[in-house]
């Protein structure tokens, strides 16, 4: 299974993990929401000839290389340059009001982080961009130079869960003034220098959760998943299932949320002594706790370690 295209640059994670739960007699249809490089379409694809899937990513390297990789399977594959919060638009144009199944494999992919000319990593220099789109208006450029120092420390807060936040939101803020922070290694040596623990004593590279942030940020990565996963739910045909992979604990949160909210029969603050929302449960949640990978994954595929799947099976209405 995990080693499967990693000539297409991106190992998926979890492979086994996802099919069994997505492939089922009833599938006929599946939605694969972050198609990246494309390998667990492919295997979808493989699993059951019975099913068309259609493919989205917004990233356009993504798509030319899952285009590539699909291409054998005809016009069982459809692959498009779309937002996950634009599921709908393109079910529609695509004439399905429906799916039997949905995939989002969240985050960023190999060949995203492995590419130094895409900026996402303190491991290569590169220019400082972040932008899965790269056709979005802002880049982890834009972002470093000219947020204020409080919407910086907010974001290393927030989105980094960073506790040195304000002493490297200053730092950053004191660099700029004299020039601009154009590249990934000079934005990853202005926060190893606010570090307070020793090289030696560091578990992880201290720009780690900077870096994150940033991404986070520039990509709108969590603003968008909420939503986009109520939207999902919509286009799901009664019995489909959707399966939502996460990389930390933030997103993986509001996975949690989501699916306890869709699978709650009341959504009323508390304290209201009689219902009044009328909500019917749209879910059953499949997956009572997330799956990890299995030891070996984790120990073959080190970013499969953090990886978190949760799956969802849509109720009738
Ligand atoms: C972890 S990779 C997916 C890898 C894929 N499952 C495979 O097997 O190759 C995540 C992908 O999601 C895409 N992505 C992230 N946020 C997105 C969004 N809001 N809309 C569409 N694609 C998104 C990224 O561009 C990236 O290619």
């Known amino acids: ?18 099919l069994s739960h997505i492939v089922r007699p009833m599938t006929r249809s ?14 979808i694809l493989k699993a059951m000839d019975q099913v068309r899937l259609i493919g989205m990513d917004r990233d356009d390297m993504a798509i030319a ?24 638009r393109l079910l529609d144009e695509q004439g399905l009001a429906g799916v039997d199944a949905i995939l989002m ?53 927030e989105y980094g869960e960073e506790k040195n936040a304000p002493r490297i939101a200053r730092a950053i803020v004191n660099q700029r003034a004299a020039s601009p922070i154009e590249t990934t290694g000079q934005l990853a040596a202005i926060v190893a220098a606010c570090s307070f623990s020793p090289p030696g004593r560091r578990r992880i590279h201290p720009a780690t959760r900077v870096f994150q942030a940033i991404r986070i940020a ?5 603003e968008l998943l909420g939503r986009s996963l109520e939207t999902a739910v919509d286009r799901l045909n009664p019995g489909g299932r959707i399966a939502v992979i996460s990389f930390h604990s933030l997103e993986d949160r509001i996975v949690k949320r989501a699916f306890q909210r869709m699978a709650s029969s009341c959504v009323c603050p508390k304290g209201v002594p009689v219902c009044v929302c009328g909500q019917k449960p749209r879910v059953q949640v499949i997956t009572k706790k997330p799956v990890a990978p299995s030891e070996e994954e984790a120990e073959s595929n080190p ?14 209405a």
């Not at 399977?73 to 709908?88: L, Q």
Request: charged fraction near 30%; aromatic fraction near 4%.
């Open 1 to 18: 299974m995990g080693g499967a295209g990693a000539d297409f640059g991106h190992i998926p994670v979890l492979m086994d993990e996802v």
């Open 30 to 43: 599946v939605l694969d929401a972050t198609l990246g490089a494309g390998g667990h379409a492919e295997a």
């Open 65 to 88: 290389i899952a285009r590539r990789r699909l291409a054998p399977y005809g016009d069982r594959a459809t692959v498009a340059r779309a937002d996950y919060s634009h599921i709908g």
């Open 105 to 157: 494999d969240l985050g960023v992919s190999s060949m995203q982080l492995d590419d130094p000319a895409r900026g996402f990593s303190f491991s290569h220099d590169g220019p400082l961009d972040m932008r899965m789109d790269r056709s979005g208006p802002v880049s982890a450029r834009d972002l470093v130079n000219s947020a204020d120092e409080k919407e910086l420390v907010r974001i290393f807060r």
């Open 218 to 222: 520039v990509n709108k990565e969590l």
């Open 303 to 316: 970013r499969a370690r953090s990886a978190r799947l949760r799956v969802a099976e849509r109720l009738a």
